[in-house]
């Protein structure tokens, strides 16, 4: 179930909501416990014991560092951390680079393996991280253990954020869970997150999707030069609205319960640099693999060699974490590379030259990073690629790239308007002074003209797609 179904929005949230609401506050998590089990049962009802599974495990590995903590057994709290780490790792590996790992010794033994043609458990790499967040936390003191199972199943399941993200460390959460204050105020700014979100979502995404499609979908010897940094470039907006409305709508389904959810993006293409990129894009899993990852191997602290590893090993990590294909490995390495290059060779010059050019600098190099990212057959990567750079194709452009374009021009200027962070003014309604009527009115207006304008591009469309479900 996608947040931007009929299914959801005119029956899965309404009667939680219903529920919610009604019954005593001592049952608000037994509530969402039970609806987020259902929510992720609706697609893959099998998988509901793989997700109680990792819920159990990191329960009983919290307790047992308490236990061990209280009895000053300190020695020994390290044991449940780990095996905490190894049988959410062993579950995300044999589910999620089972078929990987073995075509990978198929090639360096000669023998070939028959793959194990898994369906991948949705939200896997989301709900893995954060139930190992929560043992790691309490094992550092950063977190209390939570000694109810039912509000912790009510962290690991909550379905708003379950499916993809933003990833939420336990520690973050940790009172909201034992008591939560729920408002009026709290729960209009809610919806209006979330109809932004689900704006993002139809009425951007899924239309610039549908040029990416096309483009995406042509023989590299028919490309020009030009439709291929268009169509990159509808990717480009493609996985930021989509998946950024995805989080929108997360955080904004959080505040309709009380929770208050960090932020997972910060207009990351208005970034100078790849390394303020990466800052500003999917915030929740940079944060991750800088507190769990970085930090622990060393981080900065043991000299520029030792950090050039271990960016190495974040980003080789940061590029498996998001599939088993080879075209995300080299992605993570793409941008270990730039990182690398950009913080000890490139950044004295980058900083002294005009904003546009560090903008377009960013720019690019990102687009050419969404080109590996979206290519899971190495093999149309790479035409596609020799098609951007004037290496394979037919020319720089025909008429084809120009119906594209003028056809598509609208959308793809709105679109980039709308990644800017001045369009916040607009969608908040800003321009009215905050607490004013005429505020809450315009937001009112604004509400209800985006729901209808997103529940009749659904009707009238099939290609509803969330691009980060399958990680």
């Known amino acids: 179930m996608v947040f931007s179904s009929f299914a959801f929005l005119f029956r899965f949230l309404p009667l939680v909501l219903l529920a919610y609401y009604v019954l005593p506050r001592k049952c608000h998590n037994l509530v969402l416990f039970i609806s987020s089990?259902?929510?992720?049962?609706?697609?893959?009802?099998?998988?509901?014991?793989?997700?109680?599974?990792?819920?159990?495990?990191?329960?009983?590995?919290?307790r047992a560092v308490a236990y061990c903590k209280e009895k000053h057994y300190i020695k020994w709290t390290v044991v449940?951390?780990?095996?905490?780490?190894?049988?959410?790792l062993a579950l995300l590996g044999f589910f999620k680079y089972g078929d990987f790992f073995l075509q990978i010794v198929g090639r360096l033994t000669g023998v070939e393996f028959s793959g194990l043609n898994l369906a991948l458990p949705i939200g896997i790499s989301f709900y893995t991280f954060q139930t190992m967040s929560y043992t790691i936390d309490v094992y550092r003191g950063d977190a209390p253990v939570q000694k109810n199972f039912i509000t912790f199943?009510?962290?690991v399941s909550l379905f708003p954020q379950l499916i993809a993200g933003p990833i939420i460390r336990y520690k973050t959460v940790a009172d909201q869970l034992k008591e939560r204050r729920e408002s009026l105020d709290g729960f209009c700014k809610g919806i209006l997150r979330f109809m932004i979100g689900l704006g993002?979502?139809?009425?951007?995404?899924?239309?610039?999707?549908?040029?990416?499609?096309?483009?995406?979908g042509m023989d590299a010897a028919d490309l020009t030069t030009a439709t291929a940094w268009l169509g990159i470039l509808a990717f480009t907006l493609q996985i930021y609205f989509d998946f950024s409305g995805y989080s929108d709508m997360a955080i904004g389904l959080g505040a309709m319960f009380g929770f208050s959810f960090p932020e997972n993006f910060n207009y990351p293409y208005q970034s100078r640099s790849i390394t303020e990129f990466w800052r500003r894009w999917h915030i929740s899993l940079g944060t991750w693999f800088?507190?769990?990852?970085?930090?622990?191997?060393?981080?900065?602290?043991?000299?520029?060699?030792?950090?050039?590893?271990?960016?190495?090993?974040?980003?080789?990590?940061?590029?498996?974490?998001?599939?088993?294909?080879?075209?995300?490995?080299?992605?993570?390495?793409?941008?270990?590379?730039?990182?690398?290059?950009?913080?000890?060779?490139?950044?004295?010059?980058?900083?002294?030259?005009?904003?546009?050019?560090?903008?377009?600098?960013?720019?690019?190099?990102?687009?050419?990073?969404?080109?590996?990212?979206?290519?899971q057959d190495m093999a149309d990567g790479a035409g596609y690629l020799k098609a951007m750079f004037f290496q394979a194709g037919s020319g720089l452009g025909n008429q084809q790239t120009i119906y594209f374009l003028l056809s598509n021009l609208v959308l793809l200027l709105v679109?980039?308007?709308?990644?800017?962070?001045?369009?916040?003014?607009?969608?908040?309604c800003r321009w009215f002074p905050e607490g004013t009527v005429r505020r809450e009115i315009a937001s009112a207006v604004f509400v209800v003209v985006l729901f209808v304008a997103c529940v009749a591009m659904l009707v009238n469309s099939s290609y509803n797609p969330f691009l980060y479900f399958r990680f």
């Open 37 to 62: 089990l259902v929510f992720y049962a609706w697609g893959e009802p099998v998988y509901v014991v793989l997700i109680l599974l990792s819920t159990v495990v990191d329960y009983c590995a919290g």
């Open 80 to 88: 449940p951390v780990v095996c905490s780490a190894v049988i959410n």
């Open 153 to 155: 199943g009510t962290y």
């Open 200 to 216: 993002k979502k139809v009425l951007i995404a899924n239309q610039i999707g549908v040029l990416w499609e096309e483009i995406s």
């Open 290 to 375: 800088k507190e769990y990852v970085y930090i622990p191997l060393g981080g900065n602290r043991k000299g520029q060699g030792r950090q050039f590893v271990n960016i190495a090993i974040v980003w080789l990590l940061t590029g498996l974490w998001h599939g088993a294909y080879f075209n995300f490995v080299l992605w993570g390495i793409y941008y270990g590379i730039l990182l690398v290059i950009e913080k000890w060779l490139w950044k004295p010059v980058l900083e002294k030259l005009p904003a546009l050019v560090q903008h377009l600098y960013t720019l690019v190099f990102v687009m050419i990073g969404w080109s590996l990212f979206s290519w």
């Open 415 to 428: 679109a980039m308007i709308g990644s800017l962070s001045w369009m916040k003014q607009l969608v908040g």
